[in-house]
């Protein structure tokens, strides 16, 4: 019985070892930097590898409490099957994946070691007593870890494996801990190893079933679905109940996450829309070349990139914020140019402008595929944009709450400038009334000029941000006009304050929808709503008032 509640185990007891791997890695790297007196004892690291079991577990116990910086990954090594004799001298090695190569490096002398062929070494093997004893060592110094963040990610492992046997380790951990976050994964954890521990008594378990009620997550649910309790009895009523509670947390905090969703949507809509707001809202012109524009910020962004990394390589971190000045001015230019040579002789006749700036959408996807191919380009995002957090049951990544922030400071940037600046001031004369505007001195013409360059510079670091969400490729843009003019159109032409509504409130509609219905549905729906609420409020949310409104 013993023997079938070892392999029982097993797999449990290997999972808890999983969370540690990403930082063992970096372990061996890092290995000859560990000084003589903390590297481990070449007596006792051949203790492990003896056939005698109590010498083993001994080893096992005292290597964990050698205080050795490479005691864990020793010991995860012997649990994952990467500890190994040198049959030359038998010397106990660690295995590492470095690149494609296998790489042993020796714990006794801190270092990183050569790579070996398969026939000058024996893989150590354990058995189920000795992987009881590694399970217990590597939860202890997983627990005692000096990073908060390493003994967070073994306290959620005993969540989700949780193992009777480890009860002690994880009490022991808790009395110390100081950490919230950890200390509260402690208790979780400890709840879920008695709510799934038959031998407990009824009421200890029923305790912990409300602390796993309590806490209201997925991994609590998931430890709630696998214990085993009696039918008909106080305990399987307590879970379901746990359960039924944990559902109804979960699907507010899925909600919650939806509109997170659609905020982050709705600033990348923002983003899209801005420049179109000032080129359709402002200049009435319908510019089907917009989404080019976008492109051409992204593809100057890999291409930033790529410069920098070639000549400046300390630099690449900061390519992305290099790469934004230059999109603008690059997108502007090709907008200033554009409109120079075609959109001025076009001006009033809106039909034509769509027909002219089609032509020149597609004129300016076929130059980007000659250029740099059909294929998507990649760019990489710097390491302060990479990774996500955790909001209670919500995952929040840094490249969205980002293009979020980003997006809301284009727009607070473009309001002042048409509000703040003698451009802005000379944009609304000639909006309002472009005759009146030229009588009073001002260059209509170089206005026009400057608002569509303005528009199209604004879509080039929306192709920016864009690049860290998206694969660049000649068709980004296409991805993005629709939904802008539905945006514009929706939130009131012309009107930029109408624009971040419109681009929020499509945002969220769509996430909310979208689980229910599809996305090809929630698209239909949301283009059938636009379509009946222009019916209603022709001008939009927030219509432009006066003589700019006629």
């Known amino acids: 019985m013993a ?3 070892d392999r029982r185990r097993l797999p449990r007891i290997l999972s808890t070892s999983l969370a540690l791997i990403l930082t063992l890695a970096l372990g061996t790297a890092a290995a000859a930097a560990v000084p003589e007196d903390e590297r481990l004892e070449p007596a006792l690291l051949q203790q492990l590898g003896e056939r005698n079991l109590r010498v083993v577990e001994q080893a096992v116990t005292d290597v964990a409490a050698s205080g050795s910086p490479l005691a864990l990954e020793v010991l995860v090594a012997l649990r994952d099957g990467r500890l190994y004799r040198r049959d030359a001298d038998g010397a106990i090695l660690v295995a590492s994946r470095v ?5 042993f490096s020796d714990p006794a002398l801190g270092t990183l070691g050569e790579s070996l062929a398969v026939s000058e070494v024996t893989l150590i093997r354990v058995s189920n007593r000795i992987r009881r004893a590694l399970s217990a060592a590597i939860a202890s110094l997983s627990l005692e870890h000096e990073d908060p963040g390493v003994r967070l990610a073994s306290a959620r492992q005993f969540i989700d494996s949780p193992d009777a046997f480890l009860l002690e380790t994880i009490e022991r951990a808790l009395a110390v801990e100081e950490v919230t976050r950890v200390r509260n994964a402690l208790e979780l954890a400890r ?7 038959p031998g407990q008594v009824e009421e200890a378990r029923i305790e912990a079933v409300g602390v796993l009620a309590e806490a209201g997550t997925s991994r609590a649910r998931r430890v709630l679905m696998s214990m085993f309790a009696e039918e008909g009895s106080d305990l399987e009523l307590r879970r379901d109940d746990a359960v039924a509670a944990i559902d109804r947390t979960l699907a507010r905090w899925q909600r919650a996450q939806n509109i997170w969703h659609g905020l982050s949507l709705g600033s990348v809509l923002l983003l899209a829309a801005m420049g179109l707001a000032i080129t359709f809202g402002v200049m009435g012109v319908i510019n089907m070349a917009h989404g080019e524009m976008i492109m051409i910020g992204a593809y100057t962004t890999f291409v930033v990139q790529g410069v920098v990394r070639s000549l400046a390589p300390a630099l690449s971190e900061l390519s992305l914020l290099i790469a934004l000045p230059i999109a603008f ?7 200033v140019l554009i409109e120079r040579t075609v959109i001025r002789r076009l001006y009033s006749r809106p039909l034509e402008t769509l027909l002219a700036t089609w032509g020149i959408s597609l004129i300016l996807q076929q130059t980007v595929r000659t250029i740099f191919g059909a294929s998507n380009q990649r760019v990489e995002s710097p390491s302060w944009l990479s990774g996500s957090f955790e909001f209670g049951q919500m995952m929040i990544t840094y490249n969205r709450l980002a293009i979020l922030a980003f997006a809301l400071v284009v727009l607070a940037a473009v309001i002042l400038l048409l509000t703040r600046t003698s451009l802005g001031l000379h944009i609304r004369a000639v909006t309002q009334n472009r005759k009146m505007a030229e009588s009073m001195g001002i260059r209509s013409d170089r206005v026009d000029m400057l608002t569509f360059g303005l528009g199209s510079g604004i879509a080039g670091i929306a192709g920016v941000a864009l690049s860290q969400i998206a694969n660049v490729s000649p068709n980004l843009g296409q991805s993005y006009i629709i939904d802008s003019f539905m945006v514009i159109v929706f939130g009131g032409v012309g009107n930029l304050f109408g624009t971040l509504v419109g681009a929020m409130t499509l945002g969220v509609t769509t996430q909310l929808v979208e689980p229910t219905l599809g996305s090809v549905a929630a698209k239909v729906l949301i283009l059938v709503f636009i379509i009946i609420f222009i019916q ?5 949310l927030f219509p432009q008032r006066g003589r700019a409104a006629e």
Do not use: E, H, N
């Open 3 to 5: 023997a079938v509640s």
């Open 99 to 103: 690149g494609g190569d296998v790489l």
């Open 191 to 197: 709840a879920a190893t008695i709510a799934t521990d």
């Open 329 to 335: 001015l690059v997108a502007g230019a090709i907008g």
């Open 536 to 540: 209603f409020r022709p001008r939009g």
